[in-house]
């Protein structure tokens, strides 16, 4: 069996989903299990309904909510003739689970009431995609994933409970699955065992699919995207970028820590886990052959380049010449976990400990504060963190002219320069 996850962008227009079921009749062949996110910029929609009731402000939020479930229904009532009615109903059945919300008054945390509004996305359009498959003859199963994937209550980035999700995947999916062709349900979302809904972090429906690949033992996973292919550079800051055929999971672990909007970080490991190849293909065209990733060796990949814009440098250093040594780094370690900051690049001086990181103000306000209890803190703004892998002098040289080089750091394979 396969499984494949088409993404917001692929979704996002009655042309899109219809073209969705042009590609699940040329090329599902066999079992098929579809992970389908929230369509377009729903998340970011249901964000500020989210956000507007947090902040008292309900009759916004209301209303704000309205147009989302006006778009769903306008979309719904242009696809479907004969199974209009019942997905107008199930719509309807998560509309008031989210209105029933907003009309009470915030008094728990902020992502618990993000993530009760938020996962409706992914369940409004796998209801209303579902129902258009069935209708055009693409026989499939629609599956509430929070009856599967049960995780913690760390709301707005939830891990999952491996043992139960497996077990709800053996008890409910397979079976499913022998009676149907197709069983769709949704990425990013989850509950807790008290069935709260939960969200697994912006844009997780690809470690969505691949945790389900990893459960079913998939033959391959493969995600449907608005690019031709995995490309050596981001074409919107590199128009020379060239399409990648192949990767394995290592390269594509390094290019997602780096920093490249590849692919989202988690989701190689349980591909790798259990050797499943993954399909980067387009779904604008699906005769391009697209990525694949697997866990084998490679051809020699040209230089494969990552540009981080908006990056901060914070310069730590000790107020009376003493050495920076385990103890301070080990200081500030703490706080960058406390924090939640990662930093993309660091460097251990004398006297100074240098930190690259993005560039999130209020964090890094907190760290500044903090560390200044013990060390000297200065912030520099506006950097760019640029990351080759596979480099070359000519490619670096060409990359870096005419800019100020603030630090670089390299390996046989990779270089990293902070480019001011
Ligand atoms: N809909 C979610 C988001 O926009 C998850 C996803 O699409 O992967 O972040
Ligand atoms: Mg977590």
Redesign the pocket.
């Known amino acids: 069996m396969k499984v494949f996850k088409f993404g917001g962008a692929s979704v996002n227009s009655v042309e899109r989903i219809q073209n969705l079921a042009r590609i699940m009749l040329e090329k599902q062949e066999g079992k098929t299990m579809v992970i389908i996110s929230a369509m377009g910029k729903t998340t970011n929609a249901l964000e500020k309904v989210a956000e507007a009731f947090y902040a008292g402000k309900k009759e916004e939020a209301l209303g704000l909510f309205e147009q989302v479930k006006q778009q769903h229904l306008g979309i719904a009532k242009y696809l479907l003739v004969t199974h209009y009615l019942a997905c107008e109903a199930q719509l309807r059945d998560f509309f008031t689970e989210v209105e029933w919300l907003l009309h009470d008054e915030p008094v728990r945390d902020f992502d618990y009431y993000y993530d009760q509004v938020v996962c409706s996305g992914e369940l409004f359009s796998t209801a209303i995609i579902s129902a258009y498959l069935n209708e055009t003859g693409i026989r499939n199963q629609w599956m509430d994933v929070r009856d599967i994937f049960r995780t913690?209550d760390?709301f707005r980035?939830?891990?999952i409970d491996w043992d139960f999700t497996r077990q709800m995947v053996q008890e409910q999916v397979v079976p499913v699955l022998s009676g149907y062709p197709i069983v769709l349900t949704q990425g990013f979302i989850g509950a807790t065992d008290e069935n709260e809904s939960t969200t697994l972090g912006r844009e997780g429906s690809d470690y969505s699919a691949a945790v389900f690949a990893n459960m079913l033992g998939a033959d391959s996973l493969t995600i449907w995207k608005d690019v031709v292919a995995v490309m050596n550079a981001d074409p919107k800051q590199f128009p020379d970028a060239v399409s990648l055929p192949e990767l394995n999971y290592n390269e594509v672990i390094e290019m997602a820590y780096y920093g490249a909007q590849v692919i989202h970080p988690k989701t190689i490991k349980p591909l790798q886990n259990k050797g499943i190849p993954l399909y980067v293909k387009c779904f604008l065209d699906p005769s391009l052959p697209g990525t694949l990733i697997h866990n084998g060796s490679l051809p020699p990949l040209p230089p494969v380049i990552v540009l981080k814009e908006k990056q901060v440098l914070i310069e730590l250093s000790s107020r009376d010449f003493s050495f920076i040594g385990e103890q301070h780094v080990g200081q500030l370690y703490h706080l960058f976990e406390k924090l939640h900051i990662k930093p993309n690049l660091t460097q251990n001086g004398a006297i100074s400990f240098l930190c690259v990181t993005d560039d999130k103000t209020e964090k890094i306000g907190k760290l500044a504060s903090a560390a200044a209890e013990f060390l000297d803190v200065q912030v520099k703004k506006e950097l760019s963190v640029l990351t080759v892998r596979h480099y070359n002098p000519e490619i670096v040289e060409q990359l870096i002219s005419g800019r100020t080089v603030l630090l670089r750091q390299q390996t046989a394979d990779t270089v990293q320069i902070l480019l001011g």
């Open positions: 913690d760390d980035d939830a891990d």
